[in-house]
C-alpha cells in the first residue's frame, strides 16, 4: 500500500470511528483520544488529517447534513407521479419510516445531539440538510393548498408537517417508556403517518379557505 493510500485509508477509519461516537456521545462528550482508539491510529492523526477535533467534527456533520438532505429528497421522490395529496402521504410515511425504524441510525441520533446541544457546526445542519428540504416541502404544501409557497399559511403548514413527523424522534423513548412492549414496527409507523397525514391536509384546506 502506498502512503497515500495509507493516509486515506487512515482518514477514513477516523471519520468512521468520528461517527460513531459523536453519535453515541455527542460533540462534548467525545475526545480524539477515544476516536483514535476506535479506529487503531495514532492520537496525532486527527491533528495530521483535519487540524483539530471541531474541523473532524464539522466534516462529520457536513456528511449528516448531506445524507439527511439525500434522505429527504428520497422521501419527496416516493410519491412521484401521483397527486399533490398522494406525494404529501408518501413524504410523510417515507420519512416516518426512516427516522422511526428500529435499528439505531446514526444519523437520527447525531443531529439529535446536535440539536439538543448547538456546536459551532450548527449551521451545516441548518444551511445544508434543513432549508433545502424545507423548501422542497412548502412547495409541495403550495400544490395541496393552491396558495403561493410564500404564503404565511403555506410556510406555517408545511412547519406543522415537519413538525409532527419529528416529535416522534425525540418522542419515541418517551412512548417505549410508558408501554415498554409496544414495537415500531412498519404497520405502526404507517399508521402514525396516516394519522399526520390526514390531520396535515384537513388543517392545510381549512387554512386555505381563509
Excluded at 409541495?140 to 408545511?158: H, I
Aim: aromatic letters at 8%; proline letters at 4%.
Amino acid at each position: 500500500m502506498s502512503p497515500k493510500s495509507d493516509d486515506q485509508e487512515t482518514r477514513q477509519r477516523l471519520l468512521q470511528a468520528a461517527i460513531m461516537l459523536f453519535a453515541d456521545r455527542g460533540f462534548k462528550n467525545t475526545s480524539v483520544r477515544e476516536i483514535c482508539e476506535l479506529a487503531g491510529a495514532n492520537v496525532a492523526s486527527v491533528n495530521y488529517h483535519f487540524h483539530d477535533k471541531l474541523r473532524l467534527y464539522r466534516e462529520v456533520i457536513g456528511m449528516a447534513a448531506d445524507a439527511m438532505d439525500r434522505a429527504k429528497q428520497e422521501a419527496m421522490d416516493a410519491g412521484e407521479g401521483g397527486t399533490p395529496e398522494e406525494r404529501l402521504r408518501d413524504y410523510i410515511r417515507h420519512t416516518l419510516r426512516r427516522v422511526l425504524g428500529e435499528e439505531k441510525n446514526w444519523l437520527v441520533d447525531l443531529i439529535g445531539h446536535e440539536m439538543a446541544e448547538p456546536s459551532p457546526a450548527f449551521g451545516l445542519i441548518v444551511d445544508k440538510g434543513i432549508i433545502p428540504a424545507g423548501q422542497r416541502l412548502t412547495r409541495l404544501v403550495s400544490e395541496v393548498s393552491g396558495l403561493p409557497a410564500d404564503d404565511p399559511r403555506t410556510q406555517f403548514c408545511a412547519g406543522m408537517v415537519h413538525a409532527q413527523c419529528f416529535f416522534f424522534t425525540g418522542g419515541k423513548p418517551v412512548l417505549k417508556h410508558m408501554d415498554p412492549k409496544l414495537e415500531f414496527t412498519t404497520e405502526y409507523v404507517d399508521e402514525i403517518a396516516r394519522q399526520i397525514a390526514e390531520f396535515s391536509l384537513a388543517g392545510i384546506r381549512a387554512l386555505a379557505r381563509k
